[in-house]
């Protein structure tokens, strides 16, 4: 060790090799070279937000005990991120009242008087995207999961999942409505 490590580990009170030494100067220095300020207030971002196995298993939660992909656990939370800038910390903040409230399931949840509207508005986001397979409703809409929907999985052993458009006319406006004059004749 050399005096300077030496001198840091008796500082932090634990023993610091030079190669932890090392390498925390050269994240320190990149952070700072990339933006100083903003690239830590990134870090401190990601910090907040939970990791894809943690959205994975509050998203189980959520949707009733059924087992997820994770896969798309990861997707879905990218994809809503994109959407809503502080997803991250409404996840965070939803995970600790899930936590402190040790309900049993999502309906549990949802009866508790002190559940406010910005966790209600977190949970109906993530619910909806794992059930309709889709981030958003507008026309910025993303499509994540298809046939892995939450939707299909009731009728699953019964019907196929749809690969093709609801009919004709599906895909574009409705024809205007035609009126068709009763003349009293039966076909």
């Known amino acids: 060790m050399t005096d300077m490590t030496r001198v840091i580990a008796q ?9 932890t030494l090392l390498g925390s100067a050269a994240v320190a220095g990149s952070a ?5 300020v903003a690239s830590l207030a990134v870090t401190d971002a990601a910090a907040a937000s939970p ?29 809503l991120a994109r959407r809503d800038p502080r997803f991250g910390d409404a996840v965070a903040a939803l995970q600790r009242y899930v936590s402190d409230s040790r309900a049993a399931g999502i309906d549990e949840l949802l009866d508790r008087p002190d559940l406010g509207e910005p966790l209600r508005k977190t949970i109906t986001q993530i619910v909806s995207a794992w059930y309709l397979g889709i981030v958003g409703d507008d026309a910025e809409t993303e499509l994540v999961a298809y046939a892995q929907a939450l939707m299909y999985r009731p009728t699953k052993d019964v019907l196929v999942v749809p690969s093709y458009g609801g009919g004709p006319d599906s895909w574009g406006e409705k024809p205007a409505a035609t009126h068709t004059p009763d003349t009293g004749k039966k076909p």
């Not at 500082?11 to 190669?19: A, L, Y």
């Open 51 to 79: 990791s894809p196995a943690e959205f994975l298993r509050l998203s189980e939660f959520l949707t009733g005990g059924q087992p997820l992909e994770e896969g798309l656990a990861t997707r879905f939370q990218a994809a």
């Open 32 to 36: 700072l070279a990339l933006g100083g």
């Open 11 to 19: 500082i932090v009170r634990f023993p610091v090799s030079r190669r």
